[in-house]
């Protein structure tokens, strides 16, 4: 039985180029699905399919980035460990009920809480702590924080980097570029265990998925290098803008009913 493309040529370079570009945006600020979701809807893919495969390109740019910033010393899993495993079990349910649980909701919420999110950034400015990888981290908030943002990757995803920079500013004394180190490595973990759920359903498209996640490895490595070697000044205005964009985004698509 011969191959059969599941997109036509033309169709999956544009979606490696979407891909890459979100792999730059998502390594430095997060919602980078704010891109390749859309993208993957667009191109005619079941939204069953989108979520698996885009799970599965995502997990490509997330290890990546997360890679990078551990081997710059911005990121130690010891410190973390708590929010490791409360990641992965959040994520592995959030996947498991994302079949059954009805997400209009949560959809609902989203936009809102996305520019609260954004509102912080804007006008409550970024902490001022050392850029310093052995400084404390207090491990009572952790577990929580990686149980609700991992159950919610798995049951959506859209805005989950974003969201663990926020929090983590909010709840730990670091700055915004060890904050991106912590939110692409805790993303490469709910990735990868949202993942393993949707592989088990076959709600993958390996090709899409494979092309997607090459593409995004490239942007996520130069999108991690710009972001350390330009520190906060660059990743605010970069962060704050993929936040209002994915608000508008979020809000137009779930509270006004368009696509």
Known sequence: MPFELSVDLTTLAILAAVAFVAGFIDAIAGGG?????????????????????????????????????????LFHPDQWRHALGGTF????????????????????????????????LLFGGTPKAPLDADVPVKKKWQLPQGLTLGFYDGVAGPGTGAFWTVSTLLLYPIDLVK??????SMNFVSNAAALSVFIFSGQVDWLV?????????????FGARTAISGGSKFIRPVFITV?????????????????
Do not use: D
Request: proline residues 5%.
């Open 243 to 259: 936040v209002l964009a994915l608000t508008v985004r979020l809000a137009w698509q779930h509270w006004f009913g368009q696509a």
């Open 33 to 73: 699905g704010l891109l390749t979701t859309p993208a993957l809807l667009t191109a005619g893919m079941p939204p069953h399919l989108v979520l698996g495969t885009n799970k599965l390109s995502s997990t490509f740019g997330s290890a990546t980035a997360g890679f990078t910033y551990y081997r710059r010393k």
């Open 209 to 221: 998925g494979l092309s997607m996640g090459s593409a995004l490895m490239v942007g996520a490595f």
């Open 89 to 120: 079990v959040g994520a592995l349910i959030g996947a498991v009920v994302a079949h059954y649980l009805p997400a209009e909701w949560l959809n609902k919420m989203l936009p809102v809480i996305v520019f609260l999110c954004g509102v912080y």
């Open 179 to 184: 904050a991106s180190g912590v939110a692409r």
